[in-house]
Structures are given as C-alpha cells and as structure tokens.
C-alpha cells in the first residue's frame, strides 16, 4: 500500500508531468500553493486530475473536484489514500 | 402587476419600428458586413431584407428576455421544433457529457430554457465583462454590469470564465455527463485565440475550450437556435469528431478551423438570428 509520503511524491510527479516542470518532485515545497503553480483558470488543473486518476488508478468525485481540496497537499494526499484504501477494500 | 405574455410580445411590434428608426446610423455598416460576407452573393435587396430582419430580431430577443421566466412549459414545447436530438443523444451515450458549441444567436437563451424544461439543463459559459464596441463607453461603463445581472436569473446555470477555477466547474458538469454550452465567437473566452477568415474578414476565436473538451475526452456538438420564443428551432450537428494532430498547436488550429467553417455556414444559412454583424 502507498504510505502518505509515497503519494505526496506522486502527485508532485503528476504535477511536474502535467506542467512539463523543469523540476523534480523533491524540488517542489511541501509549502507550495499548487493552486499558484498550476493556475487553476487554466486546463492544466484539468490535466492534473486525470493525470492523479491515471497514476493512482481511481476516480475523483466529483464533489472533490473543488479548489480548494486540489491545491492543497496535505487535503489531496489523504483523499487520494481514501480512495486507494477504499478500492482495495473491494 | 405583469402585462399578459401576448400583450408583450404585441408590444414588439411598434418597438421595432422605433428601433429601427434609431438604427439608421449603424444600417450602412450592418449592410456592408452583409454584403462582404455573402461576397455579393445576395442582391441589395435581399441584403435590406436581412438587415430588416435582423434589426426585428434584436427587439425579439429583448421581448424574449422580458417574459422568459414567464414562459409556461406546454408553450415553450408547442413553439418549439428540435433537428438533431439523435446526435445530442448518441453524444451523450458516452457519459462524459458534451459541449455545445455556437455563435451568439438571438435564441440562444430561450433554447436553453427550453432544454432545461425538457431535462436538459446547460450550462452557460459567460464573460461577465463582454466586450461590445457598440455599447459606448457611457454604456460600458453603467449599462454592461447591470444587463449582466438582469440575465443572470434568466440564465440561471451559468460559469462565468474570471471565476476561479471555472474549466473545473465545466469539467465537473461534464463529468455528470451534463452540456456545457460555449459560444465560439466570443475571442475573449480563452487566453489563447487563432485568427480565421471569417464572413469576409479575419477575425479570432478562442482555442481553450478545444484543450479542455480533449483533455474532458467529451464530445463537441455545433448548435444553432434560430427563432424566438414563438416559434423555435434548436438544431444539433452531428458529435464533431476531433482530428489527432502531431502537436497541441496543429490540433487547435485544424480543429477549431472546422468549427469555424461550421458556424459560418449556420451564419450564412440563417443571417438575421446572428447577433454580432455589428460587432464585426
């Protein structure tokens, strides 16, 4: 099962993929807004999500699909781990 | 106290003529973007009917969206004539919603309070400051926000494109397989635009919501209203099916070109029910 670090490293590989980021993962803050790195007007914010659903294999709902849980770190990596829990569940 | 629906709808009819008393200014430049669009294809007599018409057509629509809310649902399903509903359908039988794309038709809003009647509710993409040079600067600055909030009630489901986090406001809808419905002759909708000759000149359209509807993986519907809330039709074209491109950049140009074609051809079909001639 990923632990919690593990999926925080991996949403910020989904980011720099998605933002074709001359970065690595580590290189992005813990404290970082991604909120001001993606700029949520673009599609890019879209790009993110199905990139996060592609990488952890799951769906995000739809009442996550808010600002507020998607640009923050800490609020995606334990919906994400939910959700990975929840399908493994199954 | 409400005046009877028939009674406004009345009301137009004068209304008209005044109107277009008060357009005799702007006529020599509706006429000339009629004349370059149809690349004198239509004689000046036909071009004087359509400008007629489309001048009658504004005073409609302000009519329209006087009583919209007051239109009772058995009306709005007597008055109204759908081309198409199959493609609508089989663009929804993927369950990942679709994009109704236009241009600015005068029947745009009763359309939608229609389809919302029958189960389908739209929602609009709106920019609340829209560029119109034919407003003024008087007008722009007193008018544009007011006339904004006059239609939000009548619109009622709507984004607007300076909220933040719209594209995910849209994706959501799409997600619950809903329509989004875009308005492609509107520039300022997209932060990235592609210039295209259009009716006889050049002009921009926004690209954006090309990226998004690939990266939604929904399907894109052209549209067109043509009518007002008397007498309607809603015509939906076939899914319009995307061509890969080698980079971003090709997609967009060869692909909205094609919806560009599209709306020009519905435009030049149907030349009264546009509503930017003016604008051009």
């Known amino acids: 099962m990923n632990s919690g670090d593990d999926i925080r490293q991996k949403i910020k590989g989904v980011l720099v993929d998605t933002l074709e980021l001359n970065l690595t993962g580590d290189e992005i803050e813990e404290s970082a807004s991604l909120d001001q790195l993606l700029g949520f007007d673009s599609v ?47 | 106290m409400f005046f009877p629906v028939k009674l406004i709808r009345l009301f137009g009819i004068p209304l008209a003529c005044l109107y277009q008393a008060l357009c005799i ?145 849209i994706f959501k809808r799409l997600r619950e397989n809903g329509l989004v419905n875009i308005h492609i002759d509107t520039p300022s909708f997209s932060y990235k635009t592609i210039e295209y000759p259009f009716l006889g000149r050049k002009c921009r359209f926004p690209a954006g919501f090309l990226r998004l509807a690939k990266v939604a993986g929904c399907p894109v519907v052209p549209m067109a209203c043509i009518g007002n809330s008397a007498a309607f039709t809603i015509i939906f074209e076939e899914p319009f099916s995307m061509r890969e491109m080698k980079d971003e950049e090709s997609f967009l140009v060869a692909n909205l070109g094609r919806l560009v074609e599209i709306l020009e051809t519905q435009i030049l079909q149907h030349p009264d029910q546009w509503e930017f001639w003016v604008r051009l």
């Open chain 1, 44 to 90: 890019a914010a879209i790009e993110f999500v199905v990139g996060l659903e592609k990488a952890f294999d799951i769906t995000i709902e739809s009442e996550f699909l808010e600002l507020e849980v998607l640009a923050d770190l800490d609020r995606l990596s334990t919906y994400i781990d939910g959700r990975i829990s929840k399908a493994s569940s199954r």
């Open chain 2, 25 to 169: 200014p702007k006529i020599p430049s509706l006429h000339a973007a009629l004349r370059l669009a149809f690349q004198d294809k239509r004689t000046s007599e036909e071009i004087k009917k359509t400008s007629k018409r489309f001048l009658r057509n504004h005073v409609c629509r302000a009519i329209d969206d006087i009583i919209l809310n007051r239109l009772e649902r058995k009306d709005l399903l007597e008055n109204s004539r759908i081309i198409g509903l199959e493609n609508l359908q089989a663009a929804l039988s993927a369950k990942k919603g679709a994009m109704l794309v236009d241009g600015h038709c005068f029947c745009s809003r009763v359309a939608k309070r229609f389809l919302r009647e029958i189960g389908l509710p739209v929602m609009s993409v709106r920019n609340r400051v829209p560029d119109d040079p034919c407003i003024g600067r008087i007008g722009a600055r007193f008018l544009k926000r007011r006339y904004v909030d006059f239609l939000k009630p009548l619109i009622k489901d709507e984004v607007f494109i300076q909220d933040k986090g719209f594209n995910l406001k």
